[in-house]
């Protein structure tokens, strides 16, 4: 019998996958699984001109704001492949802004943005900044951006 009982008992190799061994098999597969995900998500998150429209409208709230709190005079100033804030010394001399919120922004690659004024545009400390009308445009895809001297608006071109 003792030939039997030999035998019969597996070693562990035999008996198939340990924990240990699933639990490394689900980490790679859901490592994989994150990075599958996170390549598809930069595809969809591509900048659209709604996207960029927003984001210039929040931030020209922002300065417009961030003028009227300070008591400081800031610029909205344009080159060809973006827009940034500058700060307005008292001897006229703009300083470009620097810090992540109000920083110098390039616009992606295709998307062009003109003014119905020409830049700067100074946002006043007494709130009265002058009025001004951009559009950014991608292809057939265009998105105004309205600021009325206090309060910035954002919407496709045709809707207002």
């Given at each position: 019998?003792?030939g039997?009982?030999?035998?019969m008992?597996r070693r562990?190799?035999d008996?198939?996958?340990t924990?240990?061994?699933m639990?490394?098999v689900?980490?790679i597969?859901?490592?994989?699984?994150g990075?599958?995900?996170?390549?598809?998500?930069?595809?969809?998150?591509?900048?659209?001109?709604?996207?960029?429209?927003?984001?210039?409208?929040t931030?020209?709230?922002?300065?417009?704001?961030?003028a009227?709190?300070?008591?400081?005079?800031?610029?909205?100033?344009?080159?060809?492949?973006?827009y940034?804030?500058?700060?307005v010394?008292?001897d006229g001399?703009?300083?470009?802004?620097?810090?992540d919120?109000?920083?110098?922004?390039?616009?992606p690659?295709?998307m062009?943005m003109?003014?119905?004024v020409k830049?700067?545009?100074?946002?006043?400390?007494?709130?009265?900044g002058?009025?001004?009308?951009?559009?950014?445009?991608?292809?057939?895809?265009?998105?105004?951006?309205?600021?009325d001297?206090?309060?910035?608006?954002a919407?496709?071109?045709?809707?207002?």
């Amino acid at each position: 019998m003792r030939g039997a009982d030999i035998a019969m008992r597996r070693r562990p190799s035999d008996e198939g996958m340990t924990l240990i061994e699933m639990m490394i098999v689900l980490a790679i597969i859901g490592v994989m699984a994150g990075a599958v995900a996170l390549g598809m998500g930069s595809v969809t998150r591509a900048p659209s001109v709604e996207t960029e429209a927003r984001r210039l409208a929040t931030r020209l709230q922002a300065a417009a704001d961030d003028a009227m709190l300070a008591d400081r005079t800031i610029a909205f100033t344009v080159q060809k492949n973006g827009y940034g804030f500058a700060v307005v010394s008292a001897d006229g001399k703009a300083v470009p802004r620097t810090d992540d919120a109000f920083g110098f922004h390039k616009l992606p690659g295709g998307m062009v943005m003109t003014l119905n004024v020409k830049p700067p545009v100074v946002l006043g400390v007494d709130g009265a900044g002058k009025p001004m009308q951009a559009v950014i445009e991608s292809g057939q895809r265009r998105w105004t951006v309205v600021y009325d001297g206090m309060t910035v608006r954002a919407f496709p071109v045709g809707a207002s």
